[in-house]
């Protein structure tokens, strides 16, 4: 007898659970208060752009957007606004971002004044595109893993990560390059080409380095498989992509460099070290993406280095798309410590510049997982609860972040468990949960695993 959730009914209402399942708890969480200046300028320029049919803020007084705590400067929450080569004044972000606010603000209705703007319609589009990248992951994972293990792996990335604290908490270009390579994974899974190069151009739409990722994702698959085809439907497609980019900063800002109010200057930063002078502080730039206390990526996922062992002895089996695409995240992270400062400016929980790499690893890591050692074994659940406990917090609360020039010397997890006791019982709870929860879902495997003795072995003892 099937059950409601069974075969075919499971396959289609499974991935609707999951999307809307995400997309409440980023809605219910999202920051429309205190938020960075990069998620405010980006939603600002969409509500432009909705209520006005042009880009451009010449007569408007964009200090009203403005959030900046004037004793702390903490959430430096100041709207990026400039001068563009075509003489008017536009919001300085990449294209995908201000237009991926358009429709959440042209739904919304707010008027042409500054005085109508508010920051919720970015917000809850910053939601719902992390809970679709959410949905992409999953039915990526779905692929070469049960359902169950699919859903837990899945959930593990899109709660225990700043996937929650920062991506679906606030308009970031982030929204968009995630959303990109989550479908880049999905449609590389399904062998469906046209749909990665379609998913890679949204990746550059939202950070133009995420052509990186792209190309050594068709480029790899075409060299592994020898089939020259998938380089080419990859790179046609997100090629126009990339021409779309610079039709939108010639309109916008009167120059058609795709990387637009940025102009040249994030390329002249891969050879210099942009923001940063130095050849060692640049060699701490790149070290502060990884390491650093309260910005670093293996410090708000531990997971990452708990089970890197097991990557290493699944990735032979791996599929070669869930190869190539960490191979791609590298890279991508290597050109990131030469854009931009480590740090990645304030007004978030977590860190946000290495949310690309653990985008394209989710899959290898997810795949590998019953590769574990008997040690990942017993701390895979208590460091899952650990992150939980971690990433809810600053999800749901704008009260613990971090002034950037801190970030080598506190966390803000830390400074949360100094401040409120009741966080470290928090803490200690999600522990203990995440702990028994790891033992329950070891023994289901272990028993799910242990073959079943045919009729013909059990007569045969008798």
Known sequence: MSTPLSGPRRRV???IVVLLGCALVYLATVATGLVNTDARSASLGGWRIASTGAPWMDDVDVSVADTTDPETDIYDARVFNFEAPNGHMVVHRSPGVVAAAVP?????GEGPDESEFSIDPGARMAALLAATGVLLLFLTLRSRMRDSEAVLATAVFALTTPMWSVVGNSLW???ITLLGIFGMSWAASRERWWLVG??????LWGRLHTTLIVAVLGLGVAWSRRRPDIAVKVGVVSGGFLGLASVWSHWMYGTWNPAGGYGSNNLESVATGGFVTGFWNQVANHFGLWVSPDRGVLVWTPLLLLLL???????????DWARWLPVGGILYMLVQGQLNEFMGGDGFYGQRLGMELLACVAPAYAFSAHRMGTWAKRLCGPVVGLQFAAISLGAISEGFLLHREDAWTDNAFVLALRTLPVVGFWAVLMVAVGWL???VWQERRA???TPTPSPEVIHSAA
């Open 309 to 319: 062992p097991a990557v290493v002895r699944e990735w032979r089996d791996l599929p």
């Open 437 to 439: 929860a790891g033992r």
């Open 173 to 175: 270009t982030h929204c």
């Open 104 to 108: 959440a603000y042209w739904l919304s």
């Open 198 to 203: 379609l998913f890679g151009g949204i990746a």
């Open 13 to 15: 209402l499974l991935p």
């Open 447 to 449: 028993r799910a695993e």
